[in-house]
């Protein structure tokens, strides 16, 4: 049997955390969770998860920057990036802008609200 892989899902959000963790383990992945970017990189250097779900706005280091530097390291450029945006609905009342999603280095987008099955379906197109 092979071994389950890790997701580490980041959002600011602990509902949102506890939905998708639940749905995860129903699938059979192992889920690590982290609730900003920084507390996010702690536990990609500990844990190295094969798939982060990565919300865009959080406290203290965002998902753009979280990103960015993931796909920027030789050491974690491997690591599936999902990133979870409610951006195209509030772009006009944040500093978050298309600009930023386009030229992100993410491997995949999901708009928020989130559609759980549809988010199981691209974790497992990405991690078999």
């Given at each position: 049997m092979s071994e389950k892989k890790l997701v580490l899902i980041v959002d600011d959000d602990p509902d949102l955390v506890e939905s998708v963790?639940?749905?995860?383990e129903s699938q059979n992945f192992r889920v690590a969770k982290a609730y900003d970017g920084v507390e996010?990189?702690?536990q990609i250097k500990k844990e190295r998860p094969a798939l982060v779900i990565l919300d865009v706005m959080m406290?203290?280091?965002n998902g753009?920057?979280?990103?960015?530097?993931?796909?920027?390291s030789s050491d974690y450029k491997s690591i599936v990036v999902l990133l979870?945006?409610?951006v195209a609905d509030a772009v006009t009342?944040?500093?978050y802008t298309h600009w930023d999603g386009k030229n992100t280095l993410a491997d995949d987008y999901i708009p928020k609200p989130i559609n759980l099955e549809k988010?199981?379906?691209i974790v497992r197109d990405y991690l078999g």
């Open positions: 963790a639940m749905k995860l996010a990189m702690d406290p203290r280091k753009y920057e979280l990103c960015a530097e993931l796909k920027n979870l945006t409610a009342s944040t500093n988010l199981m379906g």
